[in-house]
């Protein structure tokens, strides 16, 4: 946070947030992104005095300066108040007790309180940052609204789909899963690439094996390992085939699986979703978090590894940048080493 003052003095006088100071007493203060507010003037068509005889104090801590949760490496978010009487502590969201009168008693929000109670949380990002008056264009014509073709996105999970043989099947030890430095996820990245020694004069320094997975190199292979069905066409918005799937009853609840005669060796489209940006502004700047709701309302914000931007030059209709980001969860196995488990991945072109 920053003010600026006499100009034959100080120009910019910058003050650390209570945010600020944390991550700068970690190690991992950053200054990535600047913005200029307005919040601290005021705007008199009546007015005639000069701008120049108000007196502008230096800015102070404010909730508002938090618009995102953070968390530290072992996954508990850090605390944050999103209301007067609510905060978050550790993964529990802690709000007023509604039966107490004359003091103040907060409790864990579980049942169907967490879901509503989550939902006040995540329109508390929103408000900070409205709240910060952030200068900008503003465009005039309409090009600053934000409007998705779709909003609320179920994707089927059943004994059958995705997991062919069912989800059992599918469960590993994470000292079994690829680590870091060997996930097919990251191996194109500079920091994930393969360095064997070499002599000063550039040979070889011996023999030595390339251990990494490399089979999400190029986009081709993330495509193959998606699903092409998800870009071969700009008028599906999910991939249940009919051909593949058929829908039962479990209870009250529909439920997808396979078909009867299907082989578990063949090989069934991944569901997805198309989302379109209907309305969106110019220079079209997205700010994602993504959160689960974990058993005993817990509240876990999940890890988005950026993979970078893939090109195809195939691609419909001139999009041939694919950002590609993966959304999952960090795991630590017995040897302290971090694996990252991978549950969806999301891709903007």
């Known amino acids: 946070m920053a003010g600026i003052l006499d100009k034959k003095t ?9 945010e600020g100071k944390r991550q700068l007493a970690s190690g991992k203060l950053r200054a990535e992104y600047a913005s200029l507010t307005d919040m601290h003037t005021f705007y008199d068509k009546a007015s005639h005095d000069d701008v120049n005889d108000r007196i502008y104090f230096e800015v102070m801590e404010r909730p508002e300066n938090v618009i995102v949760i953070e968390k530290d490496d072992s ?16 993964n529990d969201i802690f709000d007023k007790d ?49 409007k998705l073709s779709t909003t609320d996105l179920k994707f089927a999970i059943s004994n059958s789909v995705p ?12 000292n079994e899963a690829e680590p870091f430095f060997f996930d097919s996820k990251l191996t194109h990245l500079k920091n994930f690439r393969y360095l064997p020694p070499v002599n000063t004069d550039g040979s070889s320094y011996g023999f030595f094996n390339d251990m990494r997975s490399l089979k999400r190199e190029t986009w081709d292979d993330i495509k193959e390992e998606l699903g092409s069905r998800a870009f071969d066409s700009d008028d599906v918005t999910d991939a249940l085939g009919a051909n593949e799937y058929r829908q039962d009853k479990f209870g009250d609840f529909s439920v997808i699986n396979r078909e009867t005669k299907e082989s578990v060796k063949d090989v069934v489209s991944k569901q997805f979703y198309s989302v379109n940006f209907e309305k969106t502004s110019k220079d079209n700047n997205l700010l994602i978090q993504m959160f689960e709701n974990s058993r005993g309302a817990k509240l876990t914000k999940l890890d988005i590894i950026d993979a970078g931007v893939y090109v195809d030059h195939n691609a419909k209709k001139g999009r041939h940048e694919k950002h590609v980001f993966y959304v999952g969860k960090v795991y630590m196995d017995d040897y302290n080493t971090p694996t990252f488990i991978n549950m969806w991945t999301i891709v903007f072109d």
Do not use: C, W
Request: net charge positive; hydrophobic share 35%; glycine share 8%.
């Open 98 to 146: 509604a039966t107490s009168t004359n003091t103040l008693k907060l409790n864990a929000v579980t049942g169907s309180k967490f879901a509503s109670t989550s939902e006040k949380l995540m329109k508390t990002f929103t408000q900070h940052f409205r709240k910060n008056s952030m200068i900008g264009t503003y465009i005039s014509n309409g090009s600053n609204d934000f």
């Open 163 to 174: 997991f062919p043989r069912g989800p059992d099947s599918e469960t590993i030890n994470v």
């Open 10 to 18: 100080r120009f910019i006088d910058y003050v650390i947030t209570q």
């Open 75 to 90: 996954g508990s978010l850090f605390d944050f108040n999103f209301s007067p009487t609510g905060s978050i502590v550790g």
